[in-house]
Nanobody, 125 residues
Framework: QVQLVESGGGLVQAGGSLRLSCAAS????????MGWFRQAPGKDREFVAA????????YYSGTMKGRFTASRDNAKNTVYLQMNSLKPEDTAVYYC??????????????????WGQGTQVTVSS
């Protein structure tokens, strides 16, 4: 069982930045593809970004590409999401997820076996 704990959320003004972290409890993290998703009130969960086991391949939702950057530090069992130029519509609970199959990064929710509890990001206008 992999446990994932997100942190780094908070309140920020439009145009600001935040860096989310997701710490994994288990050693197989380094072999897992990791994803970031978000869910705004009243909306479906939405794919944000994904990164392969080595950090060499990333994949982004079209609406976030260029503003958000995923990275990872396997020595620390941690994946990051750097979010720049934040907009009020980025307000959501952000989740990280792990796909132990080590397949190429994907936005398909069903690929991810383990999920964190989420961290709230609120962007004020």
């Amino acid at each position: 069982q992999v446990q994932l704990v997100e942190s780094g959320g908070g309140l920020v003004q439009a145009g600001g930045s935040l860096r989310l972290s997701c710490a994994a409890s288990e050693g197989t993290f380094s072999g897992s593809t990791m994803g970031w998703f978000r869910q705004a009130p009243g909306k479906d969960r939405e794919f944000v970004a994904a990164i392969n086991w080595s950090g060499g391949t990333t994949y982004y939702s079209g609406t976030m590409k260029g503003r958000f950057t995923a990275s990872r530090d396997n020595a620390k069992n941690t994946v990051y999401l750097q979010m720049n130029s934040l907009k009020p519509e980025d307000t959501a609970v952000y989740y990280c997820a792990a796909d132990p199959s080590a397949a190429d990064p994907s936005g398909a929710t069903m690929r991810y076996r383990y999920w964190g509890q989420g961290t709230q990001v609120t962007v004020s206008s």
